[in-house]
């Protein structure tokens, strides 16, 4: 095998079985069905293939002020043999947590490993960065960690911060901050910086936008914070398993009670999922279902937003935006002349549902900000024509 295998060569010297490699091919398409390159409208044999003929991109993985949380994220996947597959993907060339180097030796390791693949490696980051008076914070090998980072970042192709802390200072960057933590993009700025945030992120996040990279020759689409589109493009409201109840006006009001119990809408114990940019609800961690804060009966905390997380209270409510129970079903069109009885019954559910949406926005909401909603909406159905009944409706006479 050669000083510099593919992953392929590797893989296979490795006696890792093309079965394994097909499955880690397939998490990787269903962590990012539309939005990588490098798996967009191909098969996962075309996904594994291309994947295969690639020299192992260079890893050199950096510790700052963290907890270490995002490393133990990507060791923790349950699905057989995929931590081990994701280390045989890349090649992990310096890493402080999984090298047995320490001291003297460990330093030797960066620079080699830096001084080898310079200008190719990617550098991923972990931990929020000190720039308050160099040296008195935090130091590697002797030297203040912000030094080591520029050294580092200077020679890479690219950087990642994984985690929140990396990406805009996380839990160290907390008031009053006396080490001044700032994410990477504050002293990186001269490469391109991904930002992976979360509290930790899905590790996979990590492997697509390393493979997209080195594969196709480019960074994935970001938003504008720098975060991966295919990652981060949608909020988790959208896609949250209690959003039915969300949208039935079913709200649990305190831990324990029955609507709790019974898995109904976390939003007035203050979910943030409506501000929150991350697909935990569609990518579950460890592949373990429910294995995020909602699916244990927890509110969101916003870990992927800067302005949510440590900036807003605990139980405070966040906004709602263009979230409202449907007015009506699309229109079934029958190829036959003849009604049906589903189709009656389907006449019969679209005008309870245009009678009923008004109620059902009436109940969902009793503090202040959210009564104005459902006004909205009340006033919303009266300029199209539509009557609502029901026991809460807003009284127009008297507001006017």
Not at 22 to 46: D, H, N, R, Y
Not at 254 to 279: N, Q, S, V
Not at 393 to 398: C, T
Request: glycine share 10%; net charge neutral; proline share 6%.
């Amino acid at each position: 095998m050669s000083k510099h295998p593919t992953v392929a060569e590797h893989l296979k010297a490795s006696g890792v079985s093309r079965r394994s490699f097909l499955q880690l091919c397939s998490v990787i398409m269903a962590t990012a069905p539309a939005g990588l390159a490098l798996t967009s409208k191909k098969s996962v044999f075309e996904v594994a293939a291309a994947i295969g003929k690639i020299r192992r991109p260079s890893v050199i993985w950096l510790h700052f002020q963290d907890c270490t949380g995002c490393t133990e994220t990507l060791l923790r996947t349950s699905a057989p043999d995929v931590a081990h597959l994701i280390l045989d993907v890349i090649s992990l060339d310096y890493h402080e947590t999984l090298m047995a180097a320490s001291g003297a030796q460990a330093e030797a390791a960066l620079r080699s490993a830096v001084a080898e693949n310079e200008n190719k490696f990617v550098l991923v980051v972990e931990g929020a960065i000190p720039v308050n008076d160099e040296g008195v914070f935090m130091e590697l090998g002797g030297r203040p960690a912000l030094q080591v980072l520029r050294e580092v970042a200077d020679k890479s192709a690219a950087v990642i911060a994984i985690g929140s802390c990396a990406s805009w200072g996380g839990i160290p960057s907390a008031d009053p901050n006396p080490t001044g933590a700032v994410g990477v993009n504050y002293v990186v700025t001269d490469k391109p910086v991904i930002n992976l945030p979360g509290c930790p992120p899905n590790p996979y996040n990590l492997l697509g936008v390393v493979l997209e990279y080195v594969t196709m020759g480019k960074l994935p689409a970001l938003d504008e914070i720098g975060r991966p589109k295919f990652a981060y493009e949608r909020v988790i409201h959208e896609n949250c398993p209690r959003r039915a109840h969300f949208d039935a006006g079913r709200f649990a009001t305190a831990f324990g009670d029955e609507g709790h119990r019974k898995g109904w809408c976390l939003y007035k114990l203050g979910c943030k999922g409506p501000l929150t940019h991350a697909a935990c609800s569609t990518r579950n961690f460890n592949e373990i279902p429910n294995c995020w804060p909602i699916g244990i009966g927890t509110p969101c905390q916003g870990c992927t937003e800067k302005s949510v997380l440590w900036k807003m209270g605990t139980f405070e409510t966040v906004p709602i935006h263009l979230a409202t129970p449907p007015d009506t079903y699309p229109p079934i069109y029958s190829t036959v002349g003849g009604i049906k009885v589903g189709a009656a019954a389907l006449v019969g559910l679209v005008a309870g549902a245009t009678g009923g949406a008004a109620w059902v926005a009436g109940q969902r909401f009793q503090t202040s900000q959210e009564a104005g909603y459902a006004r909205f909406e009340v006033d919303q159905a009266h300029a199209q024509g539509r009557k609502f009944s029901g026991e809460k409706q807003v009284d127009r006479k008297k507001e006017d």
